[in-house]
C-alpha cells in the first residue's frame, strides 16, 4: 500500500469540491431504473461509485462514461435504463462500498434470479440483519458465509409492511425506496426505533422525485409507497459534497484561508450541518450561495451530536484536538460499523501525535492542544480517517506519516492532488508490499 509523509505547512486557496458521493450512489439508480436515457453530470470515479455503476451494467442498464471537459476530473454518465430490469452477470461486487450493497439488495430482488454479492475489507462483516428478516418473512431463499458475505440471495420482493429499525443504517430504507414503487401493490415502511441520519433518507426522497417517484413521509415514523410507478428519465447534475468540504473547511480553521466553491448551501445533504457546527464552535467562517469560506480561527470545544452525522465525525475530532477547551461527541456508536471502527481509529491516531482523546462506548472526549508532535499513523484503510489526518498534520509539530494512504481512493481519488494545490508538501512511497 501506497505511503504519504507530509511537511506541516498551513493550506490557503481555493477548492473546487468533489460532486457528492451519496447524491452520486442515487442519481446512478434512478437513472439506470428509468427507461430512456439520462445524463448525469459532475461525478467522480472514486472506488465506492465505481461499484454501483457496475452493479447497475450487471442488470442489464447501458452506461457509458464521457468527459465534460479535457481538463476535468469530473465526468458525465450517460445512462440508458430500462423498467424491466435484465440480469447480465449474476455477481454484483460491491468493493467496499455500503450503500451499493445495501442499496442494490432489494433492486436485484426484482429480477427474481439468482443473484451473489460479494464484497471487500470491512464489508463482508458489516450487518444485514434488516434484510434477513425481511427475506424470512418473504420466503426468500439466501445464504451467506456465517452471517458474512457473499450472500447468495433467490426469489422475488413483494409488496407488503416492512419493519425496519432506524439506528442501524438508513441504507436499508433507502435500498427499499428504490425497489418498492415498482412492484404492483402498496407497501409501506414502518421505522420501529429512533430513525438516525435522516439527511439520508430525505435525500432518497428528493432523488426519487427527481425522477417522478413518489414517497410519502409521515414524520419518519412511517413511509408510504404507492405500487406500480414508474421512473422517468431525466438530466441531472450532482452538486458539490458537503463531508469532502468539511475536510477543507477545517483545514482553513486551523490553518490559513480555504474557499470551497461548488457547494448549494440550500442542499438536502445531512453533513451541512459542518458549517453550524464550526459556527458553533466560534470558527471565522462564511457562507454565500455556492461557497462556503473557512479562516484561521481559534475554535472552542462543545458538545456535537453525531447521530445525524457520522461521517463529520474523524475531522471533527482532529478540529477537537486542537480546538480550546474540552469537546465531547455524543451518540457515534455506529461509527465502530463503518469502514473502520473509527472511534477507536481516530482516537488511536491522534493520541499516537500528542493529542488527548478518550474513546466512550458511543463517543469521544477530546481535550484541545495548541499543537501536535507528528509521527507516524495509518489509516485503517478508512478513507475518512486518512484524510483526517492529512488534515491534523497542518499542525504538527514534525512531518507526520501516514500509512495505507491510497484508502482515499474509496470517495476522493484526487484528494492529494488537492492538498498539494494548496500548498501542501508531501512525499509519496511504497513498501513494495
Partial sequence: ??????????????????????????????????????????IVI??????TSKAMENLGVQISKQKQME??????????????????????DCNESG???????????????????????????????????????????????????????????????????GNVSSQFISGLMFALPLLKEDSKIQIISNLESKGYVDLTIDMLSKFEINIENNNYKEFYIKGNQR???????????????????VAGSIGEKIKCEDLNCASLQGDRVIVDILNKMKANICVDKEYVECKSSITEGIVIDASECPDLVPVLTVLAALSKGTTKIINAKRLRIKECDRLMAIASELNKIGAEVIELEDGLIINGK????????????????AMAMAIASIRCKEPLIITNSRAVN?????????FKSLGGEIDEWSLGE
Fill in 99 to 165: 450503500s451499493t450493497l445495501r442499496f442494490l439488495i432489494p433492486i436485484a430482488l426484482l429480477t427474481g434470479e439468482e443473484v451473489n454479492f460479494t464484497g471487500s475489507g470491512k464489508l463482508t462483516s458489516r450487518p444485514l440483519n434488516v434484510y434477513y428478516d425481511i427475506f424470512k418473512e418473504q420466503g426468500i431463499v439466501y445464504e451467506n458465509n456465517n452471517g458474512e458475505l457473499p450472500l447468495k440471495v433467490k426469489g422475488r420482493l413483494k409488496p407488503g409492511n416492512f419493519r425496519v429499525h
Fill in 231 to 249: 421512473y422517468v428519465s431525466k438530466n441531472y447534475r450532482v452538486e458539490g459534497d458537503f463531508s469532502q468540504a468539511a475536510f477543507w473547511l
Fill in 1 to 42: 500500500m501506497e505511503n504519504v509523509i507530509i511537511y506541516p505547512k498551513t493550506l490557503t486557496g481555493n477548492i473546487k469540491v468533489p460532486p457528492s458521493k451519496s447524491l452520486a450512489h442515487r442519481s446512478v439508480i434512478c437513472a439506470g431504473l428509468a427507461k430512456g436515457q439520462s445524463i448525469i453530470e459532475n
Fill in 410 to 418: 474509496k470517495s476522493y481519488p484526487q484528494f492529494w492532488e488537492d
Fill in 370 to 385: 495548541e499543537s501536535l508532535n507528528g509521527g507516524k499513523v495509518d489509516s485503517w484503510n478508512d478513507h475518512r480517517i
Fill in 71 to 92: 481538463d476535468c476530473k469530473e465526468i458525465s454518465f450517460d445512462i440508458k435504463g430500462e423498467d424491466k430490469l435484465t440480469l447480465v452477470n449474476n455477481t454484483i
Fill in 46 to 51: 472514486s472506488q465506492d461509485i465505481k461499484a
